[in-house]
């Protein structure tokens, strides 16, 4: 190769790799960005239903607070805690906070049974869903549950 050859194909590489990091950099999430979405949740109840694959009920109740300087998203889930009882009440408290090694929003809930669920918040087109990894029959999965602010 000619070396005007390797010259045009090195400007059309740093070319690509340009457009690369400047569309990369418009896509990351911020950590302003991200309580700016889900802070707009805050002060609500917000209320899910359906059923579950075995056809019972589903509902939860979701309630949102700030904490600490408003650096963290306190969360508080309300459903079936007792399923022969049908027993309603505070099933999950979680909270949403920044995580600065990583710059993603982590999220932890710890439930009425003792189980802790932690992943990542992630965040696409106003929307955003949770990544984490979950038991299924003794295989963990990567779950999802998605949401909209």
């Known amino acids: 190769m000619t070396a005007q050859i390797l010259l045009k194909i090195t400007k059309r590489l ?5 457009i690369a990091i400047v569309v990369n950099s418009y896509s990351q999430v911020t950590k302003e960005s991200a309580f700016e979405t889900l802070g707009a949740l805050v002060g609500g109840t917000w209320t899910y239903g359906g059923k ?19 650096q963290i998203i306190k969360v508080q889930t309300k459903g079936i805690i007792d399923r022969e009882a049908k027993t309603y009440g ?34 696409e087109e106003g929307q955003f869903h949770f990544e984490y990894l979950y038991d299924v029959e003794g295989k963990m999965e990567t779950m999802g549950t998605r949401g909209s602010a």
């Open 14 to 18: 740093l070319i690509v790799l340009l």
């Open 52 to 70: 579950w694959s075995n056809g019972e009920p589903f509902k939860q109740e979701i309630t949102y607070t700030w904490g600490v300087n408003n």
């Open 90 to 123: 505070l099933r999950n408290e979680g909270i949403r906070a920044w995580d600065m090694e990583v710059n993603k929003m982590k999220f932890y809930e710890f439930d009425i049974f003792g189980g802790v669920t932690e992943g990542y918040c992630v965040f």
